[in-house]
């Protein structure tokens, strides 16, 4: 167990090619605590899209399965990281970009298959460790072939800030936030308008009448873990230009787009939106207003808060409670 | 359906006397202070992997923060000796009493939650312990960590690794029989009932929230007497004592060795222990051997090792 190095997390080095808040450059003009409070929005909102998509990964998974997929972080880091290295030998951007999240779509799909499938009939603590397991071998997978080095990828239309109200807003922002907006459009679509969407959906509301009613449920397990590996490397492919990906960023976002889904209510889509960036505005908030050495931490408390009171999280049915 | 427990009253005692007279024999065949340190923190593990075995087999209580415990335990004698002078029993106990109150205040709350749930909130706690380590730089030392004073009682002083080996086997001999009482006790058979179905427990009588959160700190404060001593042993601690990995790594001992089997947490911390060890030189595949033992253990031996040995040879079962 060597690598204790998981604190290094993608979103606390979000920022760092950001003008900082107090910079002269944001400064200049207009009132500073406005611009500051604009400045911690933006940033918010765009780690707050990660998460929502690493939200819905979960949401979609425990949907399908009941299972909460603790390697689904792990999916994020391997989008950053893969793409990273793609662009690095030299590819294109978007072909980066597709193949990093066509390639941790696959590997979703052979977790599903190898690790998830063989033991469905398990309890809940069992497979809690078996997703623990996958994103230990994931995790060390990536250290092994990618190395244990931090990567960068270039952004998708360049880093100059934009100004906006005294505020600067990087290209990459408005990339994250307007494919997380596309892709929740296309989910609802998928979910409303597919077979294999509406598949999923009557699987999560019974799994045996799903079968009963001629639903192949072992390929809707399957299909919801490409779905989600493939959300979340998108996730991960959106912020490495702003925060490099580094093998062990895994745990953090798994452990934030897990509390952005339980606040929104797991298995809710609108939840895990919301959850994701209300999660994303609470810790950029408490980073400027407060520490930011302590963000991480408070959001935590706050979760664990909405947890107790309402354990069925702000959009979810009551159907809470994990069993 | 799950199996029957099975009832371990009648043969318990022979088994820890055979290991406890190999505990006694085993420094005959040590060949130097680098074998004792594997030992030492084999016994370190092992103890560890039974409190919080108590927890995830017996009671079926998932924690995925239970390195904290043990982190805060070694900080709490490292701060009260270090820089207050504190004798380092005294701050061994108070360690104890801090953290089991902790564990009193945190459980209630989050004991509440079931499956999933708990494994996130106990993750998360565990994520804030190693946050607040880090960054209380004043008291910690931050991420680089912070020296602790030798351990001594009454102007004994406890050094090398000779000596620590006996203290430590002691103390895992001590954590065998504690926990071999318990769970053959009324608690014992309360806690696995809770373990089977929540409800049927309920309805038997049994006070669900009460022994889920007495269970729970009792494995916290096992936990923070084992981090104290070995903060005193390494003479230095860091935040990573109580860091994720290092719960995962307990967790995986018990869930290899045999959920709800004494034994097979000694077992699991000896075989998980000694891995890194062999493996050393194979920096990142450590990461992924745990993983995929894990993974196959929960699917091919999902009772673990000990337990799934045991019912193989049709032993135990008497």
Known sequence: MANGGWRTDLSSGFGARAPKPDSAFFRRDGNPAVSQFLQLIFAGVTVGATYALSALGFSIIYNASGVINFAQGEFIMLGGMIAASLAATGAPLPLAVVGAVAATALIGFIVAKLAIAPAREADATALVIITIGVSMVLRGGVETTLGKGGRALPPFSGDKPIAFAGAAVLPQSLWALATTLVVVAALALFFARTRLGKGILATAHNRLAAELVGIDTRRVLSMSFVLSAGLGALGGVLIAPIANASYDAGVMLGLKGFVAAAIGGLGSGVGAVVGGLALGLMESMTAGYFSSAYKDAVAIVVVLVILLVRPSGLFGAARGGGT | ??????????????????????????????????????????????????????????AGQI????????????????????????????????????????AYLVGRAILRLEGHYLAMATLGLGVVASIALSNEVALTGGPDGMAVPDFSVFGWRLAGERSWYWAFAALLVAAILIAGNLVDSPAGRALRALHGSQTAARTLGVDAASFKTRVFVLSAVAAAFVGSLYGHYEGFVTPGLAAFPKSVQLVTMVVVGGMASIWGSVLGAALLSLAPELLARFEGYETIGYGAILVATMIFLPRGIAPSLAARFGRKAA
């Open chain 2, 1 to 58: 359906m799950r199996a029957p427990p099975l009832p371990r009253a009648l043969s318990s005692r022979a088994p820890t006397l055979l290991f406890a007279a190999a505990l006694v024999a085993l420094p005959l065949v040590l060949p130097n202070a680098y074998y004792f340190d594997v030992a030492i923190r084999i016994a370190v593990n092992a103890t560890l992997a039974i409190a919080l075995n108590l927890l995830i087999g017996y």
């Open chain 2, 63 to 102: 924690s995925l923060g239970h390195a904290a415990f043990f982190g805060l335990g070694a900080y709490g004698s490292a701060i009260l000796v270090g820089a207050f002078g504190w004798p380092p029993l005294a701050a061994l106990l108070a360690s104890a009493a801090a953290v089991g109150a902790l």
